[in-house]
């Protein structure tokens, strides 16, 4: 394994990414229900292996909404001035007001659900991790991963009510993030990424298989609709994908992966700003997209491609002059120039 923990898990959440933006190109399902099967449950996982609780309630609360829910106000107003912007030339009308309450209540509203359910999980995983103190028993983390699945499992097919701020998917998102916990504490990634390309091979097996079987007999996964399709189906692809996506990040080193996974945040909250434009322009040029046919998969990793060349400079920025937008802050160094570090 590398000798920088660090890259790996950036490369990982690169990866992630890139997936995540691949599903908001407008692709039939059949080009996608492989990663949907994963993508989201890999960054609850890496948050939950990257998960501490080295600090008060209050000022791990005030870090937390420092670098989730501030971002989530910044991403909201540039995305709610882009909408605009267009609403007005292309001669639709914009409720600013109606939309700013959506954000507000964060109901499954835009792509944006899952900062809000993030932070939701990170107060969870306090509480749990204040519980395992008491124990110190590291299998704490694997059966509060195996009671958070029943315990949505339950609520989905009793309940399946869609709660503010995505707080029933936090349910589901909690108990990936114990599952990272969990792997972190028994130091699995040491001992069984020894080989990372045979585990690459059977996760991406498994997952396949999986997935397929779920999207032919049941349903395509995808979080922000509530549709999981077979349960059991469900978690094997989900874990055998990120096991993939691990052995992928630890077999070589993508700098460029690196560093979308190091700002995957800005990425995650633009991106499909800069897709809806691409859109636009394919429109002004007479081009039409059948999602069904394999030139939309063309199309896509364009639209992907783009939004990084796009997204980098206002990232960079950002970080440089406003990084308190990112929950981050300048901090001085002995030649008087400044560096961007996490709160």
Same mark, same amino acid.
């Given at each position: 394994?590398?000798?920088?923990?660090?890259?790996?898990?950036?490369?990982? *959440?690169?990866?992630?990414?890139?997936?995540?933006?691949?599903?908001?190109?407008?692709?039939?399902?059949?080009?996608?229900?492989?990663?949907?099967?994963?993508?989201?449950?890999?960054?609850?996982?890496?948050?939950?292996?990257?998960?501490?609780?080295?600090?008060?309630?209050?000022?791990?609360?005030?870090?937390?909404?420092?670098?989730?829910?501030?971002?989530?106000?910044?991403?909201?107003?540039?995305?709610?001035?882009?909408?605009?912007?267009?609403?007005?030339?292309?001669?639709?009308?914009?409720?600013?007001?109606?939309?700013?309450?959506?954000?507000?209540?964060?109901?499954?509203?835009?792509?944006?659900?899952?900062?809000?359910?993030?932070?939701?999980?990170?107060?969870?995983?306090?509480?749990?991790?204040?519980?395992?103190?008491?124990?110190?028993?590291?299998?704490?983390?694997?059966?509060?991963?195996?009671?958070?699945?029943?315990?949505?499992?339950?609520?989905?097919?009793?309940?399946?009510?869609?709660?503010?701020?995505? #707080?029933?998917?936090?349910?589901?998102?909690? #108990?990936?993030?114990?599952?990272?916990?969990?792997?972190?504490?028994?130091?699995?990634?040491?001992?069984?990424?020894?080989?990372?390309?045979?585990?690459?091979?059977?996760?991406?097996?498994?997952?396949?298989?999986?997935?397929?079987?779920?999207?032919?007999?049941?349903?395509?996964?995808?979080?922000?609709?509530?549709?999981?399709?077979?349960?059991?189906?469900?978690?094997? #692809?989900?874990?055998?994908?990120?096991?993939?996506?691990?052995?992928?990040?630890?077999?070589?080193?993508?700098?460029?992966?690196?560093?979308?996974? *190091?700002?995957?945040?800005?990425?995650?909250?633009?991106?499909?700003?800069?897709?809806?434009?691409?859109?636009?322009?394919?429109?002004?040029?007479?081009?039409?997209?059948?999602?069904?046919?394999?030139?939309?998969?063309?199309? #896509?990793?364009?639209?992907?491609?783009?939004?990084?060349?796009?997204?980098?400079?206002?990232?960079?920025?950002?970080?440089?002059?406003?990084?308190?937008?990112?929950?981050?802050?300048?901090?001085?160094?002995?030649?008087?120039?400044?560096?961007?570090?996490?709160?």
């Amino acid at each position: 394994m590398r000798a920088e923990r660090i890259e790996w898990i950036d490369e990982a *959440k690169g990866i992630g990414i890139v997936l995540v933006m691949l599903g908001h190109c407008y692709l039939h399902r059949k080009f996608c229900f492989w990663f949907y099967s994963f993508h989201m449950a890999l960054f609850f996982f890496l948050s939950g292996y990257t998960f501490s609780r080295k600090e008060r309630y209050d000022r791990f609360l005030k870090k937390k909404i420092q670098t989730l829910l501030v971002p989530y106000l910044f991403f909201v107003i540039v995305t709610m001035l882009c909408n605009g912007v267009l609403a007005i030339t292309h001669g639709n009308s914009y409720d600013v007001l109606d939309i700013a309450k959506q954000y507000l209540i964060q109901n499954r509203y835009t792509l944006l659900w899952f900062i809000t359910c993030l932070f939701l999980a990170e107060q969870a995983m306090y509480v749990l991790s204040i519980l395992n103190s008491k124990y110190g028993k590291n299998r704490f983390w694997l059966i509060s991963f195996a009671i958070a699945l029943i315990v949505f499992y339950l609520y989905r097919i009793s309940i399946d009510i869609d709660l503010p701020w995505n #707080a029933d998917l936090t349910i589901l998102g909690t #108990a990936f993030m114990c599952l990272g916990q969990w792997c972190k504490n028994s130091k699995c990634f040491t001992t069984y990424f020894a080989k990372p390309k045979m585990l690459l091979c059977l996760g991406v097996v498994v997952c396949l298989i999986a997935s397929a079987l779920n999207y032919k007999y049941f349903t395509k996964v995808d979080w922000y609709s509530d549709c999981w399709g077979n349960p059991i189906l469900f978690v094997i #692809a989900a874990i055998s994908g990120i096991i993939a996506v691990i052995s992928i990040s630890m077999l070589k080193n993508n700098k460029i992966l690196v560093a979308v996974g *190091k700002n995957s945040l800005m990425y995650y909250g633009l991106h499909r700003i800069v897709i809806d434009l691409m859109f636009v322009v394919y429109g002004k040029l007479g081009i039409e997209i059948i999602n069904t046919s394999w030139s939309a998969v063309g199309f #896509a990793m364009i639209d992907v491609l783009v939004s990084i060349c796009v997204i980098t400079p206002f990232n960079l920025f950002i970080l440089k002059y406003m990084p308190w937008c990112l929950g981050r802050k300048k901090v001085k160094v002995k030649n008087d120039k400044y560096y961007n570090t996490n709160i």
